[in-house]
């Protein structure tokens, strides 16, 4: 079957249904004459699964080992309800902290944060665990990083794929085939380094020290 009565059967869009193919949680095969996706009933109760999981807030990391039947589903569950209970726990000491300040704090003037502040720091030693900003400013800034690299390379590899094409069909002199092929690989390399060293830096805080508390 299509993919659109994938998506209609199982409830997800086409999307969800190639991030989980991206993912290895479905492996539909393909027709050998034209290459489309020819997805089973297996396929579609195999997402039935996967989107009961994902409602469950399970990781995908854990659902593929489920399907790969190297978890069971109740040392899975018994997981993350571990987890869960945790995350609950965290939100329970959050909404105290938030009420506290609800019933003390009529302005912004009079908030004394570094009392909040402290009182959070211990809670954090005691195990609990705060929404954290930068962490998910980094991640937000990583992707953005490794997207906008991977763009420019592909369009770096397609001017090659190009340039190739076109020596195959006119044939330039070797001097200039090579000279060209060199500053394309060169901008290539570049963009690497660049995309290397520009991870580095945000991982190590260092473009904005002044976000860190």
């Given at each position: 079957m299509k993919i659109n009565q994938v998506e209609?059967?199982?409830?997800?869009?086409?999307?969800?249904?190639?991030f989980y193919e991206e993912q290895g949680l479905i492996m539909p095969e393909r027709n050998p004459e034209n290459g489309y996706r020819e997805y089973t009933l297996k396929d579609v109760e195999q997402l039935k699964k996967v989107k009961l999981f994902r409602q469950l807030a399970l990781p995908i990391e854990q659902i593929r080992a489920l399907l790969a039947d190297e978890i069971s589903v109740d040392r899975c569950l018994e997981e993350h309800i571990q987890r869960l209970s945790h995350e609950q726990h965290n939100l329970e000491i959050t909404k105290e902290i938030c009420?506290?300040?609800?019933?003390?704090?009529?302005s912004i003037q009079k908030l004394n944060s570094e009392e909040y502040l402290h009182l959070m720091s211990r809670?954090?030693?005691?195990?609990?665990?705060?929404?954290?900003?930068q962490e998910k400013?980094?991640?937000r800034k990583t992707i953005g990083s490794i997207v906008a690299a991977s763009v420019f390379a592909l369009f770096i590899v397609a001017l090659i794929a190009l340039f190739l094409w076109l020596n195959s069909v006119e044939g330039a002199?070797?001097?200039?085939?090579?000279?060209?092929?060199?500053?394309?690989a060169l901008v290539l390399i570049g963009v690497i380094v660049a995309l290397c060293?520009?991870?580095?830096?945000?991982?190590?805080?260092e473009e904005d020290e002044a976000g860190k508390y």
């Open positions: 209609e059967l199982v409830g997800i869009t086409k999307k969800n249904i190639r009420q506290m300040m609800e019933g003390k704090v009529d809670l954090e030693e005691g195990g609990a665990k705060f929404m954290n900003v400013d980094v991640r002199p070797a001097g200039i085939f090579i000279f060209y092929i060199g500053i394309f060293l520009r991870l580095k830096e945000i991982r190590g805080g």
